[in-house]
């Protein structure tokens, strides 16, 4: 069964430091979702991603994010001058459309030291 | 704005008996509501949803939840647990902006005793 993957699986970076997270969406989903879940906290959703634009972002996703599909086959969240706060795990999901349900990434773990 | 509430934190059960994780939920309008288990170290892996039609739907692995709009739940339920039904389970609701964006509960461990 074809799935999201996530690189890399563990990121370590100093507080400051600009991080790209990548995924592999499914190849014949159209939408594309960032969320994250700080550890012991809810699942909570960043951006969503379709047509080559975002539909729609929390207040979460403020200027210090950015999404790009920069090919056919990968969407990066890039996390600009991380803080310690930023420390998470970053889920990114696909879905075939609008109402399809989301299929996850095993995630990225982003420690920021 | 929607919502999703998971009263519980831990649920335990003994393996064989039934397994019930609670989630009620605040919506403008008719919800979409999913339910999505994460195993540890893995995403989340959608279970199940409902968005109209039959209150009872049956979803992977032998699961079902029941939609009761007078007391605006969506439980999940399974008739016999198993011990590798131990994960973390996640109610979510679907914004209704048609952007897919959803609201998660925060969560319950679920631990199946043998």
């Known amino acids: 069964e074809p799935e999201v993957t996530q690189t890399p699986s563990h990121q370590v970076t100093q507080m400051g430091q600009e991080v790209i997270l990548r995924c592999v969406p499914i190849?014949?989903?159209?939408?594309f979702y960032w969320y994250r879940q700080i550890l012991g906290q809810k699942v909570e959703f960043l951006v969503s991603?379709?047509?080559?634009?975002?539909?729609?972002k929390s207040e979460i996703f403020d200027d210090q994010f950015s999404v790009e599909r920069p090919d056919g086959s990968n969407f990066t969240l890039k996390i600009r001058s991380t803080k310690l706060e930023d420390s998470a795990m970053y889920f990114c999901?696909?879905?075939?459309?609008?109402?399809?349900?989301?299929?996850f990434g095993n995630g990225t773990r982003l420690t920021v030291t | 704005a929607q919502s999703v509430a998971q009263p519980e934190d831990q649920v335990n059960v003994a393996e064989g008996n039934p397994l019930t994780v609670k989630c009620t939920y605040s919506?403008?309008?008719?919800?979409?509501l999913f339910w999505y288990v994460q195993y540890p170290n893995r995403g989340l892996q959608f279970l199940l949803k409902?968005?109209?039609?039959?209150?009872l739907v049956k979803g992977s692995y032998g699961f079902e939840a029941e939609f009761n709009k007078s007391q605006t739940s969506f439980h999940l339920k399974k008739p016999s647990a198993l011990v590798s039904d131990s994960a973390l389970y996640f109610c979510?609701?679907?914004?209704?902006?048609?952007?897919?964006?959803?609201?998660f509960g925060k969560g319950n461990q679920v631990v199946v005793i043998p």
């Open positions: 409902y968005i109209t039609g039959d209150n």
């Open positions: 190849s014949n989903h159209l939408y």
């Open positions: 999901a696909s879905s075939e459309g609008s109402n399809s349900p989301l299929h």
């Open positions: 919506v403008s309008g008719n919800p979409y």
């Open positions: 979510a609701v679907r914004f209704l902006n048609g952007n897919n964006r959803l609201a």
């Open positions: 991603f379709y047509n080559n634009e975002i539909s729609e």
